[in-house]
């Protein structure tokens, strides 16, 4: 079983920064996709963005030149760092890893509340 366990989640004002980090016990963010998704009340959670086993990444195009993911393969963690964060930010964001397969496999972490208020 895989546990990814999040942090970095807060309360910032309008133009503030925060850093999310995604962290597991194993190695597996060599081989999964991660992605970072966020989600309001009850709507549909959305991929804000993702980095795949070769690095290659993927944003949000509301998010672009704000948000940077990055993997931090030592430490087994994924970062996402948010700068110019924005109220509509506000959010709480999961950290996701998937692996194709097969088999396909995802894991979700429990979540951290971004908030981005005045």
């Known amino acids: 079983q895989v546990h990814l366990v999040e942090s970095g989640g807060g309360w910032v004002q309008p133009g503030g920064s925060l850093t999310l980090s995604c962290t597991t016990s194993?190695?597996?963010?060599?081989?999964?996709?991660v992605g970072w998704y966020r989600q309001v009340g009850g709507k549909q959670r959305e991929l804000v963005a993702s980095?795949?086993?070769?690095?290659?990444?993927d944003y949000l195009d509301s998010v672009k030149g704000r948000f940077t993911i990055s993997r931090d393969a030592p430490k087994n963690t994924v970062n996402l760092q948010m700068n110019n964060l924005q109220p509509e930010d506000t959010a709480v964001y999961y950290c996701?890893?998937?692996?194709?397969?097969?088999?396909?496999?995802?894991?979700w972490g429990q979540g951290t509340q971004v908030t981005v208020s005045a």
């Open positions: 996701n890893a998937n692996y194709q397969g097969p088999p396909q496999s995802t894991y």
């Open positions: 194993g190695r597996i963010f060599a081989f999964y996709t």
């Open positions: 980095i795949d086993s070769k690095r290659f990444t």
